[in-house]
């Protein structure tokens, strides 16, 4: 009896708490809605700024969006793919460079984004020459997407069973091949989560930008010019502009909808390229 | 049952029908991993077309003896093979051997049918474009004949395709012969080729394995003494003894069954040890 009432408390406890996190993603999303879903258009897309952000739109601030996270993914992409396949597939028993590489990369993981953006801005803008610029920010933040990534492809790699390495090597196929055609389309829905989490990370950032990729909202004409991004268009708004609010409420809606469907096609292509490449029956 | 057909060369099967002509020369060879010694100086000649059974019980080191052969052994970290071992001229163990070349000419198939999760002609396809066949027609000429020598060709030509790992347990290892096959090897190392099929299928990859004789040198790892009786033309009879693996006889399939001249066989192969 006592065995009954405990077991009918757990499940009423499990469902309590999914619900909870379902009513909160709902909460707010529908305080975002209520808040800025009027102000959202086709001209709020297309236009520019006006008024400090209180009016007119955000079409700069998206393309200078869009232009970071393109430089930053097309930065981390091939790096972080590298060093997962080197971690997996080149140091298998463990040797002492691998174990300090994947340390490094667990404690860079957990290091706040305002410290990427000093060393971004200390690095990329001053050292390297390279200012205040869409480059900086697209470059601070793949050092800041690419531990996360590096260690769930790896992962990905790690799970892909031995007997097709084997099998491969068996054939005489170099490990270059083997990794090639076989273990990254293996590893890719790992390799695509890993890469979620870091546009996710990424898109929703503003401490490592604000001193790397700037906050001018014009359009930017090259990678080189200064580029907001949407997060600090909602920080800036929400902090620093009165009557900002309505605007910042709208962008932000705009970010999720961006994750969104990145996340969308990212899943998308990832199934395609699983069902097309990687069957099991 | 559906019997496929064969276009290898056809020798009569039975032990002892093979020309002795040695194909791999073996010499002292020891395998250690990490130091600890798995197989302690093994000699043996292994012959040109003829089928050889490894036989012994589990853990002797029938597995890192073929290993070795093709340098598989790479691939383990802290493996280390010492002595000598010879496949014709080459010097197997040479540290500057083109292992990729070697292994070409040294197929191997496991135990467990390991098919890339690619269609069944990209498997086959895949090995050939690594070592530079491009030309369209060519692959597809070669694809054909290597499914056609496993018996396969009729079974999966109207799904070529399709995913290999959709296909049965014992196609699946068909397969693999194939894409071993493909290379157009001279050597099949073969690991328990059978022991994950069900009887059926262990039959018919049998019955396939029986008509590479002549064609090919095979070395076949098998806990089937049955099996071992009905298709090798040689045995070798692996034994552990203090955690090391030994080879304690080898010979002609027959007289290892028959007449064996070590204790330790004899008790072996009469079922009453191991």
Redesign the interface.
């Known amino acids: 009896m006592v065995n009954r009432l405990t077991d009918q408390l757990f499940t009423a406890a499990v469902w309590s708490a999914a619900i909870l996190v379902l009513v909160m993603f709902c909460w707010l999303l529908g305080d975002l809605l209520l808040q800025g879903g009027h102000h959202l258009s086709w001209s709020f897309l297309l236009s520019a700024p006006e008024n400090a952000g209180r009016s007119g739109g955000i079409a700069p601030i998206l393309v200078s969006t869009l232009l970071i996270l393109a430089v930053a993914l097309a930065a981390a992409i091939p790096l972080g793919l590298a060093t997962a396949a080197w971690l997996a597939e080149y140091t298998?028993?463990g040797g002492r460079g691998a174990r300090a590489v994947r340390m490094s990369l667990d404690v860079l993981a957990g290091v706040p984004s305002i410290v990427f953006g000093l060393f971004g801005n200390a690095f990329f803008s001053i050292f390297l020459g390279l200012g205040f610029s869409i480059l900086s920010g697209g470059l601070t933040l793949a050092c800041m997407i690419l531990p996360i990534f590096i260690r769930t492809s790896e992962m990905g790699l790690a799970a892909v069973?031995d007997?097709?390495?084997?099998?491969?090597?068996?054939?005489?196929?170099?490990r270059a091949?083997a990794l090639w055609?076989?273990l990254l389309?293996?590893a890719s829905p790992a390799i695509a989560t890993g890469l979620m989490l870091g546009i996710g990370r990424a898109t929703a950032e503003t401490a490592a930008l604000i001193f790397t990729s700037g906050y001018v909202d014009r359009m930017p004409e090259s990678l080189s010019d200064s580029g907001r991004s949407l997060a600090v268009h909602i920080y800036e708004l929400s902090m620093n502009v009165t009557g900002g609010d309505e605007a910042a409420y709208a962008s932000a809606l705009i970010l999720i909808g961006l994750i969104i469907t990145i996340n969308a096609i990212a899943q998308a292509l990832s199934e395609r390229w699983l069902t097309r490449?990687?069957?099991?029956? | 049952m559906n019997m496929p057909s064969y276009t290898l060369g056809q020798i009569e099967s039975g032990p002892s029908c093979c020309k002795p002509v040695r194909h791999l020369a073996v010499n002292n060879l020891s395998v250690s991993y990490g130091g600890k010694i798995v197989l302690n100086e093994v000699s043996l000649d292994i012959y040109k077309g003829c089928i050889t059974a490894l036989i012994g019980p589990s853990g002797c080191g029938k597995t890192s003896f073929l290993s070795a052969l093709?340098r598989?052994t790479d691939?383990v970290?802290?493996a280390r093979v010492s002595g000598q071992a010879h496949f014709g001229e080459t010097d197997l163990l040479d540290p500057s051997l083109d292992?990729?070349?070697?292994?070409?000419q040294i197929?191997?198939i496991?135990q467990?049918p390991?098919p890339?999760?690619?269609?069944i002609r990209r498997n086959l396809e895949?090995?050939l474009r690594?070592?530079g066949v491009r030309h369209r027609e060519l692959l597809a000429a070669k694809v054909q004949q290597a499914l056609h020598d496993v018996g396969l060709w009729e079974e999966v030509r109207d799904r070529l395709d399709a995913?290999a790992?959709?296909l049965s347990g014992g196609q699946q290892q068909r397969l693999?012969i194939a894409?071993?096959l493909v290379?157009e090897p001279s050597v099949l190392l073969m690991d328990e080729p059978c022991s994950a099929l069900d009887p059926i299928a262990s039959a018919v990859v049998e019955e396939l394995i029986q008509h590479l004789r002549g064609s090919y040198t095979v070395v076949i790892v098998t806990h089937n003494l049955a099996q071992a009786r009905r298709l090798a033309n040689y045995a070798a009879f692996f034994w552990m003894s203090e955690h090391v693996g030994k080879l304690i006889e080898y010979g002609q399939c027959r007289q290892i069954f028959e007449s064996p001249a070590n204790d330790l066989t004899a008790a072996y192969v009469a079922g009453l040890s191991g």
């Open positions: 298998r028993d069973p007997e097709w390495r084997r099998g491969a090597a068996a054939l005489g196929m170099t091949a055609h076989l389309p293996a490449r990687i069957i099991t029956a | 093709n598989l691939l970290p802290g292992v990729m070349a070697l292994r070409r197929g191997m496991f467990k390991n890339f999760p690619l269609s895949l090995p690594e070592h995913p790992l959709a693999c894409r071993a290379l």
